[in-house]
C-alpha cells in the first residue's frame, strides 16, 4: 500500500506540517524504520528517536515540529498509531465457506458468507451468523449462537448453549462454557454440583489465548460489551463483567462476583467470590481482594485495600529493618534483654 502524508493525515484527521506529498509505503517503530515508513512519537525522547530515523514521516502531538521530516500532528498520537498501523496491515480477508474435513450438525445454520476452517466441529441447532470466522480445529457444542464477523482463532471450545456476539475476538485455546467448580462435600467425598447455566459474550469483545469462561451453575456467566480480556484469565462461574473493562494476565474472578463498567484489573489479581466491585474501579497487580470496592476507587495489596492505605502500610514495611536496629540500640542502653 502507497500512499501520501497527506492522504495519511486525512485518515487520522490530522494534519501535515512539512511535506504533504511524501510518500509512505508501511509503518515500522523508530529503531526499525526504513524510507517509506510511517513511525510515531509521543514524547521529546521518542520523537528525538524518530527524527534521527530512516523513518520517512512521524505521527506526533501538535508541540512536535521538525526541520528534516514531515510530521502529521494529531490529538492523541497512540490512538492515531493504532489506526495507522490498521492501515498498513489490514486483517487477512477470508473467503467465505466451508472446509471438507468440517463436521456440521444438520440442523445448524451456517451464513454462506461465514468461513468454516479445517477441522471444525458445529452442534446441533448452532447458528453462525454473517462474516464469521472459524480458523481451525473449533468445536461448538448444540445451541451455541456466533454473531456477525466475530474471528475465533484456532482450538477454541465453545460449550452447549454459550452466546458469543458480533465482532468478538476469540484467540486460540480459549475456552468458553466449561463447568463451573461447584461441590458440596457429602461422607468423606465431593459430590458434584451440576452445572446447567450458559455464557453470554457481548459485542466487540475480544478474549485473550487460553482464558477460560466457566458457564454459570443455574443462571448465566456475563461479559459486557467492549470488554477486553488478557491471555490466562479465568472467570469464575455466575459472574457478571460490564462493558468496556481491561482485565490483565492471570486474573482469577471466583464465582457470582459483579463487576461493573470500565473498571481495570491489572495483572494477577484475584476476586474472591460473591463480591460486588463498582464502576470504574481499578485494582493494582498482584491485588487479593476480599471485599466489595465502590464505584471510582484504586485499590491494591494482599488483602487489597484502598491505594492510599495500602501505600502507607508498604512504607512502613520498608521501615521496620531501621526501626528494630534503633529497638535493640536502646534496650542495649537500657541494659534491657533481646
Known amino acids: 500500500m502507497t500512499l501520501t502524508t497527506a492522504e495519511i493525515a486525512k485518515l487520522l484527521a490530522g494534519e501535515v506540517l512539512g511535506d504533504a506529498t511524501a510518500t509512505l509505503t508501511g509503518f515500522a517503530m ?22 534521527t530515523s530512516a523513518a520517512t514521516a512521524i505521527i506526533a502531538g501538535k508541540q512536535f515540529t521538525s526541520a528534516s521530516k514531515p510530521v502529521i500532528h494529531v490529538a492523541n498520537p497512540r490512538l492515531a498509531f493504532a489506526k495507522a498501523v490498521a492501515i498498513f496491515f489490514p486483517e487477512p480477508k477470508v473467503a467465505a465457506g466451508i472446509h471438507p474435513s468440517a463436521v456440521i450438525a444438520a440442523s445448524a445454520q451456517v451464513d454462506p458468507t461465514a468461513h468454516i476452517g479445517p477441522h471444525c466441529v458445529l452442534g446441533e441447532r448452532v447458528k453462525i451468523g454473517a462474516h464469521v470466522v472459524l480458523q481451525s480445529g473449533i468445536a461448538i457444542g448444540d445451541d451455541a449462537t456466533v ?27 480459549v475456552v468458553i462454557g466449561a463447568d463451573g467448580f461447584g461441590y458440596v462435600f457429602d461422607a468423606g467425598v465431593h459430590r458434584k454440583v451440576p452445572q446447567i447455566g450458559s455464557v453470554v459474550i457481548g459485542d466487540d469483545v475480544e478474549i485473550g489465548a487460553n482464558t477460560t469462561v466457566d458457564r454459570g451453575a443455574l443462571g448465566k456467566t456475563v461479559i459486557g460489551k467492549g470488554t477486553k480480556i488478557d491471555n490466562l484469565v479465568q472467570v469464575g462461574h455466575n459472574v457478571e463483567i460490564g462493558e468496556h473493562c481491561i482485565f490483565c494476565a492471570q486474573v482469577g474472578i471466583s464465582g457470582s462476583t459483579k463487576i461493573g463498567n470500565y473498571t481495570v484489573l491489572a495483572g494477577q489479581v484475584g476476586l474472591a467470590g460473591h463480591l460486588k466491585i463498582g464502576n470504574q474501579v481499578t485494582i493494582g497487580s498482584k491485588s487479593g481482594v476480599m471485599h ?47
Open 292 to 338: 466489595n470496592i465502590p464505584d471510582g476507587e484504586k485499590w491494591l495489596g494482599i488483602p487489597a485495600q484502598p491505594d492510599k492505605q495500602a501505600k502507607r502500610i508498604m512504607i512502613a514495611m520498608q521501615r521496620l529493618p531501621d526501626l528494630f536496629k534503633k529497638i535493640a540500640a536502646w534496650e542495649k542502653k537500657l541494659g534491657g534483654n533481646e
Open 30 to 51: 523508530a529503531e526499525n524504520a526504513k524510507p517509506g515508513d510511517l513511525t510515531f512519537a509521543e514524547t521529546e525522547e521518542y520523537f528525538v528517536a524518530a527524527e
Open 147 to 173: 454473531g456477525e464477523e466475530t474471528n475465533i482463532f484456532p482450538n477454541v471450545t465453545l460449550y452447549p448453549r454459550t452466546q458469543v456476539g458480533k465482532r468478538v475476538r476469540l484467540h486460540a485455546g
